[in-house]
């Protein structure tokens, strides 16, 4: 089965930018997801289609896909942004969502 | 996009039925997919499956296959996930979200149910 892989967890200073990857096999001719999770809240989508920010996310997140690797930037980090975070794919008719990120600001 | 309202927190015994729904409001709900995804304590997010309410059209994760039913009736816009026999290991957080016909994310997720399962 299809499966993505995410560093268990990623720690930046606020300003600072975070980098959260998502590995897969030839990942980049799939579409990547992005759900963002706050402690004790519903997924919230943070972004679509690799690079695409739904209405109301901040421009400081932005997203990208290539060869076996897409990646969630979030550029001028805030305390906010602190949150686990989620990749998602589709393998064939089935979803596949990474392992989870934990992002933690301080 | 819809909006998708779960019902509340169950408490069961193993072994015990349940059913949980997700109700949808606000769009067109025919134009939309339904997946259930469940969280376990501490975890990340599992797929359990989808379902397309205008046909029941419905595709399970290998994982869950045959551990629940998932079901929709679109007359009151309305999708569910079922056990016939509840274990403690269902014990779990469960999230409904939509899809559009068409579109490959989920931007609408409910609140979520907890499903405890403790003798």
């Known amino acids: 089965s299809y499966e993505l892989t995410q560093p268990p967890s990623v720690s930046v200073s606020p300003g600072q930018t975070a980098i959260i990857t998502c590995s897969g096999d030839d990942l980049g001719d799939k579409y990547v997801c992005w759900y963002q999770q706050r402690t004790g809240q519903s997924p919230v989508l943070v972004m679509f289609?690799?690079?695409k920010r739904p209405s109301g996310i901040p421009e400081r997140f932005s997203g990208s896909n290539s060869g076996n690797t897409a990646t969630l930037t979030i550029s001028g980090t805030q305390t906010m942004d602190e949150a686990d975070y989620y990749c998602q794919a589709w393998d064939r008719t089935t979803v596949v969502f990474g392992g989870g990120t934990t992002l933690t600001v301080l | 996009e819809v909006q998708l309202v779960q019902s509340g927190a169950e408490v069961k015994k193993p072994g015990e039925s349940l059913k949980i729904s997700c109700e949808a409001s606000?769009?067109?709900?025919?134009?939309?997919?339904i997946a259930w995804v469940r969280q376990m304590p501490g975890r990340g997010l599992e797929w359990m499956g989808i379902i397309y309410p205008g046909d029941s059209d419905t595709t399970y994760s290998p994982s869950f296959q045959g551990q629940v039913t998932i079901s929709a009736d679109k007359s009151i816009k309305t999708a569910y996930v079922q056990w016939s026999s509840l274990k403690a290991s269902d014990s779990a957080i469960y999230y409904c979200?939509?899809?559009?016909?068409?579109?490959?994310?989920?931007?609408?997720w409910g609140q979520g149910t907890l499903v405890t399962v403790s003798s």
């Open positions: 979200a939509s899809r559009r016909s068409g579109y490959f994310y989920f931007d609408s």
């Open positions: 289609q690799d690079k």
């Open positions: 606000g769009d067109s709900f025919r134009s939309y997919w």
